[in-house]
């Protein structure tokens, strides 16, 4: 009986769980069908390109209603609360963007600490110029933090593998994704995050901030954690998808606020990549939250460095609030839109190199650790790849500024040290020494005066990617770095950041795409340098590499992402650059349009890997390489027939045979207005609906002669609203009773009080386009199809409006009518558009 009732699915790392049916089973409408479906999308890999056992991952998402079921006991609940309480709401906005603040405050306080504890140890090797027991140290710290961090989340995650953006842009699309907001999932990912970027590897705390900032959202709003079964009852009016779902958004977008001290930035984040149910309401209460958080992070390091009270508690320095803060700012010319044309054609181009390369290395890497039978050394191989990738960066880093020269600093070159240990300290902070010594004299005056020397490639590679984006980006520094150090830099990092991207580590790519493109844009400044020299009039001013590494950050974080209108808002607020608006708009512009000539974003592409089943704005659907207008098409052409049907008056051991005998999520509810008419829609029952009220004995019935019947005292909203089975055991053993023991074949249970009787509907000849619509904008998990006289004729689910199914149900509309039958050819047909 269990075996029937559950059903096996692989998860993304190949290990096999057994997940319930309701919880996350396939929202299919009969078992004939199902096995069809599999079939379908077993048959191409045209659009997601996945592995058996990964397609079958794909069609097991369950999907995730974004509205409460309206029914009778739901109503009741609602009436007992406060209507149009706003306080609460908002108060919970005002505690998770505080909790997200301190959160990443302290990341970036250990983060900071274990960097300079790591290059602390090395330093005298270093100085005295031992390169090799400076490799050694420097390797022998970063791997015992990239073990822990791998370690964490392969061995203590529920998942078993990092999670990040993408899994979070297909929760709030709708669909249900298992581990992913779990107490075990926010330690792991934590430690994960702080301990990869402090061990070296090219990455940021970015994604997982994002995914961290979710995680408190989620639990602050529900204040219930189901692994230590701690469930307060308070706030419990949110305890449901809409305002989960609202909360979720509002911390994904304090994450990026806090980690970019940039709340507007956070805020059109979340609207344009993370979240796909958005309001003015929502708008408010986000940016509320992004407020909160920001303005945290800023007191708190406002006077704490490294743990420790420094003092001027409150006061908010431009030069640390601001993270690239670009202290010159340059008056524009006309003539600059012309390279930036240029970056934003190359960020486009690099951008779409870096998407594509990044997704085969992440599919090379599934296919080789999902040939790997046994789990435990599966998990192994991972941690070793993330090892191996830690050996190669530091010898990168360590080994490769051996080979360049010391030159001076030109920012520096008259910079006055006095005989003050804090301020040599403080300055070796802004240069990257590495082996380089200084000569220093007293001047007449008693000032004691420094020809300050520096390596290119360490100051590039060595420190920690936001001090490197900081060097680029500063302006009146024409030749401090040159072409074969910028070169050089690039060309490492792109690769490692490539291949570090999607390791068995919590980490983030906002800093290595701003990296990269800082430093090639960089390159197209030095390049305008050396044409027309080192301009001092103010009309040539706009002729410095650091403008142009700022503007190529922006095209190649967009090339990468796509995105626009977030990403210009981020790169002012964390330069304080608003002389360069126009320029960063212009190159962030054209870098999408040239990424999207050749591939989709790195999150979309991500999603399409990891065969999360996502619904865009619009669908887009080919055929025979010409685009289908799907107001031409109607909902028949991609329904489920043969709908599994329940009525209001059911019979207990026939609903337990359903139940043990399919995975279907929900059921259409009909019943007969009148004896001699037919059997009409009334709404849908959930699965897990249908469980819980099993579970309660006493609200069975024997049969009456009335066609329906009233419960007395029916269950309470709150009980038969689960997010998953409580004991998945005893509804088996139950299930096997109900159908085998003939009392309760006489017995009957009353649906009425609990169908969802504002349930959607569209009839069989609606438009295919505007179901589509209807289905996204409302997340609805089933829709019914129906006739016109009100029979339920079919069901539209998740999986029957993703792109290749689409695809191949509507080619088989398109068959009959194919030239092969003598008929026009496809190309001029009204229902296909280029």
Not at 318 to 326: L, T
Not at 402 to 427: G, K
Request: neutral net charge.
């Amino acid at each position: 009986m269990s075996s029937l009732f559950s059903h096996r699915t692989h998860m993304e790392n190949g290990e096999e769980e057994m997940l319930m049916a309701e919880d996350h089973g396939p929202d299919l409408i009969n078992s004939q069908d199902f096995r069809r479906q599999c079939s379908i999308i077993r048959s191409s890999l045209a659009y997601y390109h996945c592995k058996e056992e990964e397609r079958e991952h794909l069609i097991a998402h369950e999907s995730l209603d974004y509205l409460p079921s309206h029914s009778e006991v739901y109503k009741k609940w609602l009436q007992e609360k406060t209507y149009r309480k706003e306080w609460d709401r908002w108060l919970l906005m005002g505690l998770i963007g505080t909790a997200v603040g301190m959160l990443a405050f302290l990341i970036h306080q250990i983060i900071d600490s274990l960097i300079k504890l790591k290059w602390d140890l090395v330093e005298n090797y270093l100085q005295d110029g031992n390169i090799h027991m400076t490799w050694l140290c420097a390797l022998g710290s970063g791997l015992a933090m990239v073990v822990l961090s791998s370690g964490s989340v392969l061995f203590f995650c529920p998942a078993g593998s990092p999670s990040g953006l993408p899994e979070i842009i297909g929760y709030l699309n709708g669909t249900s994704i298992q581990h992913l907001f779990n107490i075990k999932t926010f330690l792991g990912t934590f430690v994960s995050c702080v301990l990869a970027v402090a061990s070296g590897l090219f990455c940021g705390s970015e994604g997982p901030m994002i995914h961290l900032g979710a995680l408190l959202g989620c639990g602050l709003s529900q204040l219930q954690l189901d692994t230590l079964g701690v469930h307060l009852p308070i706030f419990t009016r949110f305890r449901n998808s809409a305002d989960k779902r609202s909360f979720i958004t509002a911390g994904a977008g304090a994450g990026i606020a806090s980690v970019f001290r940039a709340p507007i930035g956070g805020l059109l984040f979340t609207l344009e990549e993370v979240s796909s149910f958005w309001d003015i309401r929502l708008a408010w209460q986000t940016f509320f939250c992004c407020l909160m958080a920001t303005f945290t992070t800023d007191l708190l390091s406002s006077s704490l460095c490294g743990f420790v009270y420094r003092g001027h508690f409150g006061f908010f320095e431009a030069e640390k609030r601001i993270i690239f803060w670009v202290k010159n700012l340059l008056d524009m010319n006309v003539l600059a839109f012309v390279p930036t044309i240029l970056l934003g054609m190359l960020g486009g181009l690099l951008g779409a190199l870096f998407v594509s390369l990044n997704i085969k290395i992440n599919k090379l890497r599934m296919q080789f650790f999902n040939s790997i039978p046994k789990l435990s050394l599966r998990k192994t191989s991972k941690l070793l790849e993330t090892v191996l990738i830690l050996v190669c960066t530091t010898t990168v880093t360590v080994y490769l500024p051996y080979f360049f020269p010391c030159t001076p600093a030109m920012s520096v070159r008259n910079y006055q040290l006095r005989n003050n240990s804090e301020t040599i300290n403080q300055f070796k902070r802004e240069i990257s020494e590495y082996s380089c010594s200084s000569s220093t004299w007293i001047g007449p005056d008693g000032v004691r005066y420094s020809n300050q020397t520096f390596n290119q490639a360490a100051a590039l590679l060595v420190e920690n990617g936001k001090q490197g984006i900081t060097y680029l980006f500063k302006r009146g520094t024409h030749e401090e770095f040159g072409y074969t150090s910028l070169c050089t830099a690039l060309a490492f990092y792109f690769i490692l950041s490539c291949w570090t991207a999607g390791s068995a580590v919590a980490s983030g790519l906002v800093i290595p795409m701003l990296y990269t493109g800082a430093l090639y844009g960089r390159i197209i400044g030095l390049i305008l340098v050396s044409i027309f020299g080192v301009q001092t009039n103010e009309y040539g001013a706009w002729i410095d590499p650091g403008l142009f590494a700022a503007i190529g950050a922006a095209s190649f974080f967009s090339g990468v992402s796509r995105l626009t209108i977030s990403l210009t808002v981020i790169m002012v607020e964390i330069t304080n650059d608003v002389q360069s608006l126009l320029l960063i708009m212009l190159a962030v512009m054209v870098a999408k349009m040239v990424g999207d000539l050749f591939n989709a974003s790195l999150y979309s592409s991500l999603l399409r890997l990891k065969c999360i089943p996502y619904l865009d704005v619009e669908p887009f659907v080919r055929h025979r390489r010409k685009w289908l207008n799907l107001e031409l098409f109607s909902a028949r052409d991609v329904m489920e027939p043969g709908v599994r049907v329940l009525h209001l008056k059911e019979n207990i051991a026939s609903l337990a045979r359903l139940l043990a005998s399919t995975s279907h999520g929900g059921f259409p509810v009909v019943c007969r207005p009148k004896p001699d008419h037919a059997e009409v829609f009334q709404g849908t029952i959930k699965r897990l609906e249908l469980c819980m009220l099993l579970e309660n004995e006493h609200i069975f019935e024997p049969e009456t002669n009335d066609e329906t019947f009233s419960s007395s005292h029916p269950l309470s909203y709150e009980k038969i609203t689960v997010e998953k089975l409580p004991n998945l055991s005893r509804l088996t053993m139950l299930l096997n009773r109900y159908t085998t023991d003939p009392r309760y074949q006489q017995l009957f249970i009353n649906l009425d009080p609990y169908i969802n009787k504002s349930a959607m509907s569209v009839q069989a000849h609606f438009s295919l386009q505007r179901t589509y619509i209807i289905f996204r904008t409302l997340g609805l998990r089933h829709l019914t199809v129906v006739d016109r006289q009100n029979r339920v004729v079919g069901v539209i689910t998740r999986k029957d409006l993703m792109p290749f199914p689409l695809e191949e149900r509507l080619r088989l509309q398109l068959a009959p009518r194919s030239p092969d039958v003598g008929e026009q050819p496809l190309d001029s047909r009204p229902w296909m558009c280029s």
